[in-house]
């Protein structure tokens, strides 16, 4: 395996272990439906009230266990997610410089990244299904019952429902985020190379680049938030053959739930999920949990790249600007 499939598979599940409690909180808060009863003055007191506010973001962690909940599918799938995201951008950049006889720019590095997320649609999808159903799911529910359980009502199709919609934000997604990380560090002045890293200014890069992840996490987040409401809704949707780990519904209106058991068999896709949730709360609804998940971003991706380059530095693959990268554009084993 390359230098760079570990560096990404190690900082992925690292990024998970640390982002898990802040995930859950954001997954919950985009399942929330919005209630159309009427605001009383007892109600607009507490949502005024810093503490009552502190109280109704703890109430989504019911115990300390909760704060690793729907984490071991993220953990495994994120790794092989972030190996295969990294391998597949570091090889499309490769191969779109060279075959356009340009250095690392800019606008090659986004469509590096579309191509990079798009690539890891295969496990994106049934690792998001899995771990936004397991964290909404009442009564807990394991990782491994969700997926057993999609399994067993839909097969295959159960596993990558949400598909399309994931697939779209994953690739706008982490278009940005490369992007936005080579800005940064270019903007910032990061080291031109892992010859070029002295051990005397080691930890003024390691500030730098821990500054440029978390900016880039909260670029990427913020340009594709609308879309991982919808698939995060499209996601917690009942199987058609629900099992006994789901014999709760998940989050949502008892109205939502008595039409799914109406028409069990038909489940609305992205489009119709974004009307639903536009007529029921308009477009605040579709950023509903940003502010979490900016936060979240900042801390992971800060996290997740220093792992990353600390990683590809130790393994002799130190990160490389643009001109050196020119230099190395001939295959020698290396990856950018």
Known sequence: MSADFWAGYISGAVGIIIGNPLDLLKVRLQAKTTSTAPTTPAATAAAASPALAATSYLRHFESPASLVTGSAAPILGYGALNALLFVSYNRTEAALNRALDVRSSLWTTWLAGAVGGLATWVVSTPTELVKCRAQLSSPPASSWAIARDAWRAEGLRGLYFGGAVTALRDSIGYGFYFWSYELATRWMGVGGGADDLKETNMRDEAAK??????????????????????????????????????????????????????????????????????????????????????????????????????????????????????????????VL
């Open 209 to 334: 680049v821990l500054l440029c992840g978390g900016l880039a996490g909260i670029v990427t987040w913020a340009s594709i938030f609308p879309l991982d409401v919808i698939k995060t809704r499209v996601q917690m949707q009942a199987f058609n053959a629900p099992t006994s780990a789901e014999a709760a519904p998940l989050l949502g209106t008892q109205g939502s739930q008595q039409q799914e058991q109406s028409q069990p068999h038909k489940r609305a896709g992205a489009v119709q999920v974004a009307k639903t949730a536009y007529r029921e709360g308009g477009v605040r609804v579709f950023f509903r949990g940003l502010t979490i998940c900016s936060v979240r971003a900042f801390v992971v991706n800060a996290v997740q790249w220093a792992v990353y380059e600390w990683v590809m530095y130790e393994m002799g693959q130190g990160r490389r600007r643009p001109a050196a990268a020119a230099a190395a554009a001939e295959p020698t084993g290396q």
